[in-house]
Every structure is written in C-alpha cells, then in structure tokens.
C-alpha cells in the first residue's frame, strides 16, 4: 500500500532554532500534501496544503512566514517551523495521497514528528 | 459551531460489551467520511470508509446518515486492543480532510 515516510520522528531543540521536516510519499506520486498540528488532548488540525510547484494554501492563524513549506517535487514536501518556541512544541503530521486517486479518498499519514522547544 | 463534532468521552467499557459511537457535521456539501484510529502518540490510521449504505468490517459497522448529517461506528464485541481515540473525518472539497476531536475507548477486563 501507500507509503508515507516522515522525518524526524523526534525533534528536541532550543529556542529559537528553525526546524525543517520532511515528508516523502515512498512508492507514489502527491500534486497535494497536507500538514497537520496535533497539541495535547487534541484534535489534529490542518495547518496548509502543500501543492507541488506552486505556493502553499494556508489556514486561518497559521502564520506562513513562521511555518515555511515548500513542495519542490511529487514526493517531497518540506515544512520549516521557523525561529521556534516553547509554544511552537506540538505533534506534525503530513498526509497525501496518489495523484491518480479520486478527490474524497482517504489520506496516508506519515508518522508524525513530536517536536520539543526548550 | 465546530465542522465536525463528537463526545471527547472517555468511554469505558467492559471487554465483550458493544459500543457506539457518533459524529455530526455541519457542511452538507461534504464528500467523504471515514473512521481514523489514532493510539496515544501516533498518527492515525485509517479504521474504515463510511457509506450511506453501511460499511461492515468484521466487529466494526459504519453507518451514514446525509439527512441528519451524522456518521456514527458500532463496535461489537469489544477488545482490549480496541482502547485508542477514534476519529471522525469528513473531506470537504479539494480533499481537505476535517477532523473531530476523537472519542477515546477504553476497554478494560
């Protein structure tokens, strides 16, 4: 089946460091990809759609000069939490699907990154 | 009012007992809906898709209502094994995927 594979799974870092996290689709092809946010206790949320070759889409309140993506090719895509903090400490989560599948088709997630600001 | 809505719970039940759970969403435009499992510190992964006429998988059963827009899953025969949160997801346009809060199971002996 679809692979996600997503890198780092663990960050730990001080303030004030930039943290960049991959996301690679392993045996398919993503126009699309999705990050996510997950604080404790709560529900994942979308943070952007990452689009192959073109600018990211993203959410209200998420800032996109503080969380940086860039999707150079169908299967990477790239998010950098820029100049991080404490409150920036959180769980990331991208997802895809192949490019051949359906809209309203179920995502592949990655592992997730659990990142750290001390 | 929140896109997609469930009881946080938790749920407790005793192993063997059969447990359901719901979810409402408000955009009736939405295209897709499925049940995620997420255990504590991972990511999610896919339980099942939801149809309108009813999904069963073994101990599990989906079941979508457009009219009264909720989804809900039914699981029978519970195991221990089953204790994680279970996420309600409805996908909008452009795949965009909406979560619920998930409702945490907790099968205990």
């Known amino acids: 089946g679809a692979v996600v594979s997503q890198h780092p799974s663990r960050v730990i870092c001080k303030s004030g460091t930039s943290v960049k996290i991959e996301c690679r689709s392993l045996?398919?092809?993503?126009?699309?990809m999705f990050w996510y946010r997950q604080f404790p206790k709560q529900s994942l949320m979308l943070m952007a759609t990452?689009?192959?070759?073109?600018?990211?889409?993203?959410e209200q309140g998420v800032e996109k000069d503080k969380f940086l993506i860039n999707h150079a090719s169908l299967t990477l895509s790239t998010l950098t939490v820029t100049s991080a903090h404490p409150e920036d400490s959180s769980f990331y989560i991208c997802?895809?699907?192949?490019?051949?599948?359906?809209?309203?088709?179920?995502?592949?997630f990655g592992d997730g990154t659990r990142l750290s600001i001390l | 009012r929140k896109e997609v809505e469930q009881d946080p719970g938790p749920f407790n039940v005793p192993e063997g007992a059969t447990v359901a759970f719901n979810c409402t969403y408000s955009?009736?435009?939405?295209?897709?809906f499925f049940w995620y499992r997420q255990d504590c510190r991972k990511e999610p992964k896919l339980l099942m898709s939801?149809?309108?006429s009813g999904n069963e998988d073994g101990r599990f059963t989906a079941q979508l209502n457009r009219a009264s827009q909720y989804i809900s899953l039914l699981i029978r025969d519970s195991k221990l094994s089953d204790s994680a949160t279970y996420l309600c997801v409805v996908i909008g346009t452009a795949s965009k995927l909406t979560f619920g809060t998930g409702t945490r199971l907790q099968v205990t002996l």
């Open positions: 955009n009736s435009a939405s295209q897709s």
């Open positions: 990452s689009n192959e070759g073109s600018k990211a889409t993203y």
């Open positions: 997802s895809a699907a192949p490019i051949n599948t359906g809209t309203g088709q179920p995502q592949h």
């Open positions: 045996d398919f092809q993503a126009t699309t």
């Open positions: 939801v149809y309108s």
